[in-house]
C-alpha cells in the first residue's frame, strides 16, 4: 500500500519528475518508497525536450546534468544583460592575467568561449584590425588540420589564409583537444600589453 502523502509532498514529487528526476532519484531524495513516488508521478509528463534526451539517452542524470545547465545559462542571461566596454576590459585582463604571454601581447588556449571573447575585445577595446591579429594554432598529429582552421577561422571571424601557422605536435589528443590550441598574438602590442598589466596590477593592490 503506497504511503499517503499530503499535498505539498505531492506536488514536490510532481516538480521533481517535470525537472527529469527518475523515480529512484526522487525517492532517495525525499525518503520516501519508489513505489509511493511511482504512484503519484506515473502521470505526470515531462517537457518535449527533457522528454526526447530522456528517450535518446536513457539516463536520468545525464538528463538532469542538460537541464541544470540551461537553467544556469537562462540565469547568466538574466544576470547579465548588457557588458559595458569597463567590465569587458577588466573581465579580458584577468584572462590575461591568468593565461597571456609577459614579454609579448600573445595569448594562447584551447576553449573556444575564452579565444572568441578576448579576441572579440582585442577589437571592441582596442579598435585592433584583422591584419595586425597574428594567429597560429597547434595541432597534434591525430587532429584534422583543415578540420581545426576552419573551426578557429569561423570562430574569430578571420579569414582561414590570414592565419600564420599551423604547428603539428607529437601525440595524440584527439579526444581531449578536438580543434587543438589557437595562439593570438597583436602585432606591435607593447602598448597594449603596458595597459593590460597596468589593469590586473591595479585591481590586485585593491
Known amino acids: 500500500m503506497a504511503k499517503r502523502l ?6 514536490k514529487l510532481i516538480n521533481l519528475r517535470k525537472m527529469g528526476y527518475s523515480v529512484p532519484e526522487i525517492a532517495r531524495m525525499t525518503k520516501f518508497p519508489k513505489t509511493t513516488v511511482y504512484n503519484h508521478i506515473k502521470n505526470v ?17 545525464k538528463i538532469i546534468k542538460i537541464l541544470k545547465e540551461k537553467q544556469a545559462l537562462n540565469s547568466a542571461k538574466k544576470l547579465i544583460k548588457t557588458l559595458s566596454n569597463k567590465e569587458r576590459l577588466l573581465f579580458m585582463s584577468a584572462l590575461y592575467w591568468a593565461e597571456g604571454n609577459k614579454k609579448d601581447f600573445m595569448l594562447s588556449n584551447t ?3 575564452l579565444i572568441r571573447f578576448y579576441v572579440d575585445s582585442l577589437r571592441k577595446i ?3 584590425k584583422n ?4 594567429i597560429s594554432i597547434r595541432v597534434y598529429e591525430d587532429i584534422n588540420t583543415d578540420d581545426a582552421l576552419k573551426f578557429w577561422s569561423k ?3 578571420l579569414p582561414q589564409d590570414s592565419f600564420q601557422n599551423i604547428y603539428i605536435l607529437h ?7 578536438k580543434y587543438g590550441m589557437c595562439r593570438v598574438r597583436v602585432a606591435k602590442g607593447g602598448d597594449y600589453l603596458k595597459q593590460v598589466t597596468a589593469i590586473y596590477k591595479t585591481v590586485a593592490n585593491f
Open 6 to 11: 499530503n499535498t505539498d509532498q505531492i506536488r
Open 45 to 61: 509528463k515531462m517537457p518535449e525536450d527533457i522528454f526526447k534526451e530522456w528517450k535518446a539517452k536513457r539516463g536520468g542524470s
Open 111 to 113: 576553449d573556444p568561449y
Open 126 to 128: 582596442f579598435g585592433i
Open 131 to 134: 591584419e595586425d591579429l597574428k
Open 155 to 157: 570562430l574569430i571571424n
Open 171 to 177: 601525440g595524440k589528443k584527439q579526444g581531449k583537444l
